[in-house]
């Protein structure tokens, strides 16, 4: 798995430590909602989000890993659910998605990556043209603390580094909170 993207490591999920019903707690969406999972990996926050926005709904679902897209695309094939968008996209290039198109947007463990590499300008730029004024955009990160599981403690980042990186951008921190045993989030409102 070692490639141009560095720390980004494709194919990895947090699954098995983080539950998608936890995340989503945290994160208010309505049925019709359009959702957007940014790094969405196998999907597992995708999923349970279809749930929320409903039939009516749509879930945006990018990664640039084509073995993450594809096992997602089969899941959400063999559970019968037909609002997922899934998409092979790179986050630092321009999104597959329409200006203003987003209600409630996630990244889920990612942005450490991209800040690691300089790359949260390109990131960002995206993110700010497809959330609509008034959508909300979260940040799940791992805390910065010493643990087994997750990126080394040197590129993690903590609370106030993600708002560091959101704010530049027209988002607002709206609230924070830990979840799970080794996650926080972030959501933010855009102005
Ligand atoms: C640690 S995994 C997290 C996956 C999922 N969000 C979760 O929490 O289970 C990081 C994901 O980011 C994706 N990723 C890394 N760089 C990317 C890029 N430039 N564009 C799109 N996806 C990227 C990887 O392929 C991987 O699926």
């Not at 899941?75 to 996209?89: F, P, R, S």
């Amino acid at each position: 798995m070692s490639d141009k993207h560095g720390h980004k490591h494709h194919g990895k999920t947090s699954r098995d430590i983080l539950s998608a019903e936890e995340v989503l707690k945290n994160v208010e969406i309505k049925k019709g909602d359009v959702f957007l999972d940014a790094g969405c990996g196998d999907g597992y926050i995708s999923i349970a989000a279809s749930k929320l926005v409903g039939e009516k709904g749509r879930v945006h679902s990018l990664d640039v890993y084509e073995k993450s897209i594809d096992s997602l695309k089969k899941e959400a094939q063999d559970e019968g659910i037909t609002n997922i968008n899934a998409e092979v996209a790179d986050l630092t290039q321009k999104l597959p998605l329409e200006d203003d198109s987003i209600d409630v947007g996630i990244m889920a463990n990612v942005m450490h990556g991209f800040a690691a590499e300089g790359e949260v300008p390109e990131v960002m730029n995206e993110i700010k043209r497809v959330i609509k004024p008034g959508g909300t955009f979260s940040l799940v990160e791992f805390r910065k603390i010493q643990s087994q599981r997750g990126p080394p403690y040197e590129i993690r980042l903590g609370p106030a580094d993600v708002a560091e990186i959101l704010s530049p951008y027209g988002f607002q921190i709206k609230e924070a909170s830990e979840i799970g045993e080794y996650h926080y989030i972030v959501t933010a409102l855009k102005k």
